[in-house]
């Protein structure tokens, strides 16, 4: 019989050859003309009189998609921006052949966002401290779950120029650490979309009501690109805060309320699994003392943040579990994560408050939480929160 040991190692590398070439490639593309990208990476970021980072505006659109690129995972991918008469084009080296596309499609949704914008200022709504901010620099192909929350604050573009820096993606992210996401794979679960682009300061939120419906088309358009990967795999998602799970049920229908699980259709066939979370700022209004009455206003802060945190874990949970397996039920997911920071784990949810929003030691945090008063607390953690019982912001 004739045999081909002689072919098959070598069929073996040529395969190895394509793959490594597929995992290599060239992808050029043409971001469009000068005046295009300066509005759709916010150009300059951070000048006054002074400029705070004195960059190009080719080097400001390579480090937001430098930051891409490094979010996917392709450590050595190398980017350059050039311009050509007044047209700037993208060469990013070290990425798959088609990594173009979903950078393509977030600048097209971006000129949507540019027309709302646009419409919001000629009607007189638009505020001389905001700024027009795309969603830039976070994973274009290998996302693992979706945030849909308010609006970004304004030093993620002014100081940070990087969109998942904000006290409140940080505090996320450590809440998905927490949930067994290694730090530096915690990027790849936090693909953002802000129903408002809109960067402004931290306590805008207010403000910012009523200008929703001049989004309307880049919502809901990045709402379909992202909720899908390029593979057609179903992304879970989770709103943030009243303002996002009221959009929700504007645009989709479903109420989603804190721990509350929802299905939406972005586009025809496709079923996303949405979770209701506290916005995750909205624990430092719950937890405040000065947010309540009486000779008890501590001991009310610390029994509603105890309550807030338990219910974040419990989301950040989810998030985590089912961003990395992608088959897995989302109701069973939520009931699992539910009993193990509300009932098994009550105390490390407790200590975890102490040690992040009080700022006690380790040791502190378990004293205080082996406490008797604390310890009457946390037998109601999975009792509702009354809203009536804390701080509007957020809720």
Request: proline letters at 11%; glycine letters at 10%.
């Given at each position: 019989m004739?045999?081909?040991?002689?072919?098959?190692?070598a069929t073996l590398a040529l395969a190895a050859l394509t793959l490594s070439a597929a995992a290599h490639a060239d992808v050029d593309l043409k971001l469009g003309s000068t005046e295009r990208v300066t509005r759709l990476f916010a150009y300059p970021n951070n000048c006054s009189v002074i400029c705070f980072r004195n960059w190009s505006l080719e080097q400001t659109v390579a480090h937001y998609l430098s930051q891409s690129v490094q979010r996917d995972g392709y450590t050595h991918a190398k980017v350059l921006v050039k311009n050509d008469n007044g047209q700037l084009y993208a060469e990013i080296s070290g990425v798959p052949k088609g990594y173009d596309k979903p950078l393509a499609a977030l600048l097209d949704a971006g000129d949507l966002a540019y027309t709302g914008a646009s419409k919001l200022n000629a009607d007189g709504k638009w505020a001389y401290s905001w700024y027009l901010f795309l969603p830039l620099g976070m994973a274009l192909e290998n996302r693992k779950s979706i945030e849909l929350l308010h609006f970004p604050p304004d030093y993620s573009l002014t100081q940070a120029q990087d969109y998942l820096r904000s006290n409140t993606t940080d505090r996320w992210a450590t809440l998905l650490t927490v949930n067994g996401i290694p730090a530096e794979q915690t990027p790849a679960y936090q693909t953002i979309i802000d129903i408002a682009p809109i960067a402004a300061p931290a306590n805008a939120g207010s403000d910012l009501e009523g200008v929703y419906d001049y989004f309307k088309e880049y919502q809901t358009t990045l709402v379909k690109q992202f909720s899908q990967t390029a593979k057609g795999t179903t992304l879970p998602m989770v709103a943030f805060g009243?303002?996002?799970?009221?959009?929700?049920?504007?645009?989709?229908?479903?109420?989603?309320?804190?721990?509350?699980?929802?299905?939406?259709?972005?586009?025809?066939?496709?079923?996303?699994?949405?979770?209701?979370?506290?916005?995750?700022?909205?624990?430092?209004?719950?937890?405040d003392p000065k947010s309540y009455t009486g000779d008890d206003a501590q001991a009310k802060a610390d029994a509603a943040g105890l309550k807030v945190m338990g219910q974040d874990l419990s989301a950040a949970c989810w998030q985590a579990d089912m961003g990395s397996k992608l088959t897995s039920n989302a109701q069973t997911t939520l009931d699992n994560c539910t009993r193990t920071w509300q009932v098994t784990q009550k105390v490390k949810t407790c200590e975890l408050f102490y040690t992040s929003i009080r700022n006690l030691s380790e040791q502190q945090a378990v004293t205080q939480c082996a406490s008797t008063p604390i310890k009457a607390q946390l037998k109601q953690l999975q009792a509702p929160l009354p809203e009536s019982a804390v701080p509007a912001p957020y809720l």
């Open positions: 004739f045999k081909l040991t002689g072919l098959i190692p009243a303002p996002v799970r009221n959009w929700i049920k504007q645009q989709y229908g479903p109420t989603v309320n804190v721990l509350g699980l929802a299905t939406i259709s972005p586009s025809a066939g496709v079923n996303v699994p949405v979770l209701g979370s506290n916005h995750p700022s909205y624990i430092w209004y719950a937890a």
